[in-house]
């Protein structure tokens, strides 16, 4: 009974181990952007996420980063993904859209004390927006 206990036990703290280790991948500089994730939007449906908008700050470069990532494991083979940054208070923006089988972008621009937001969207699932992110 001690074994089988002590097995479940190996199991059970294996599984929490790699949970833990995989929920922070994606914070920090990931999908070539540089920096901390500053938020994440979901786009979701029935609810299921087919795949998440990603905004990042790079404090050394002074510049804001999106990403648009599909949910592959839901949405297989490739699909039209958008993703576009815009500095509200210069106007500049960047976009990437075409048919990828993984995400779009990365797009950045400069953001330094000023307003930036970004917006994102996959082929048949639909579009979302971040907040306005000033600084």
């Known amino acids: 009974m001690r074994r089988k206990l002590g097995a479940v036990a190996t199991v059970l703290a294996t599984a929490a181990t790699a949970v833990i280790v995989g929920t922070g991948t994606a914070h920090a500089g990931a999908y070539g952007c540089p920096g901390n ?12 996420t087919y795949g998440t908008l990603r905004l990042y700050w790079d404090s050394s470069s002074g510049k804001n980063c999106a990403v648009m990532v599909k949910n592959n494991s839901l949405i297989p083979g490739t ?7 815009q500095n509200i208070s210069t106007g500049e923006q960047h976009r990437d859209g075409q048919d990828y089988s993984w995400y779009a972008g990365p797009v950045d621009v400069p953001g330094r004390g000023d307003c930036v937001w970004a917006s ?12 306005d992110h000033c600084g």
């Open 120 to 131: 994102g969207s996959i082929e048949g699932y639909g579009g979302v927006a971040t907040h």
């Open 79 to 85: 699909r039209y993904i958008y993703v576009q940054v």
């Open 37 to 48: 994730q500053i938020e994440a939007v979901n786009v979701n449906s029935g609810g299921k």
